[in-house]
T-cell receptor
């Protein structure tokens, strides 16, 4: 059973370009979380999605950032018009169980390291 | 709002000695607490969690953690550290019944360096 897959592992963009990060959850998992890790900092929650639904996007910047988890295919985190401050590691995590917090641990992918020049 | 504090940026310990990584939390209601470890350029690996029951939780690689409700702490411990335990450790909390699934709030991380 493959773990959480993220691609690309490294992404370099120039200011103003778009960055598209992909996450394939573990098989059987229908819940995806995106976190951002700035250099020398902990992970910060961005968004929680189920298939075709955004459940909580309270941690996502209002502008330029969007996320989706379609019925088929991976979850996508999209950053439009990137700026240098967007440089960070973006981690995706998945979990199998629906509903409110039930203590199930999340399984993390290897992350995408975004560098904005 | 919930928060996690890891008061030590770095912990140095000699191989074979006990290792403790501190974590305190703040959450309304009952917490679920987690420890994750991150090796360089890798994602987070789950170590252990406290959900309910015994306050002493045993996890992977010989790690354990003790939940202390009165002190709102969840310190990570290992009786005898190995050089291979050198990594970045994160404590995380979520609230039982959190409407947003298991949305985790992480501490800032503690870097552990085990010297031979």
């Amino acid at each position: 059973n493959a773990g959480v897959m993220q691609n690309p592992r490294h992404l370099v963009r120039r200011r103003g370009q778009e960055a598209r990060l992909r996450c394939s959850p573990m098989k059987g998992h229908s819940h995806v979380y995106w976190y951002r890790q700035l250099p020398e900092e902990g992970l910060k929650f961005m968004v929680y999605l189920q298939k075709e639904n955004i459940i909580d996007e309270s941690g996502m910047p209002k502008e330029r950032f969007s996320a989706e988890f379609p019925k088929e295919g991976p979850s996508i985190l999209r950053i439009q018009q990137v700026v240098r401050g967007d440089s960070a590691a973006y981690f995706c995590a998945s979990s199998p169980y629906p509903g409110q917090g039930n203590g199930r641990e999340q399984f993390f992918g290897p992350g995408t390291r975004l560098t904005v020049l | 709002a919930q928060s996690v504090a890891q008061p030590e940026d770095q912990v140095n310990v000699a191989e074979g000695n006990p290792l403790t990584v501190k974590c305190t939390y703040s959450v309304s209601g009952n917490p679920y607490l987690f420890w994750y470890v991150q090796y360089p350029n890798r994602g987070l690996q789950f170590l252990l969690k406290y959900i309910t029951g015994d306050n002493l939780v045993k996890g992977s690689y010989g790690f354990e953690a003790e939940f202390n409700k009165s002190q709102t702490s969840f310190h990570l411990k290992k009786p005898s550290a190995l050089v291979s335990d050198s990594a970045l450790y994160f404590c995380a909390v979520t609230r039982r019944g959190e409407a947003a699934g298991n949305k985790l709030t992480f501490g800032g991380g503690t870097r552990v360096l085990v010297k031979p």
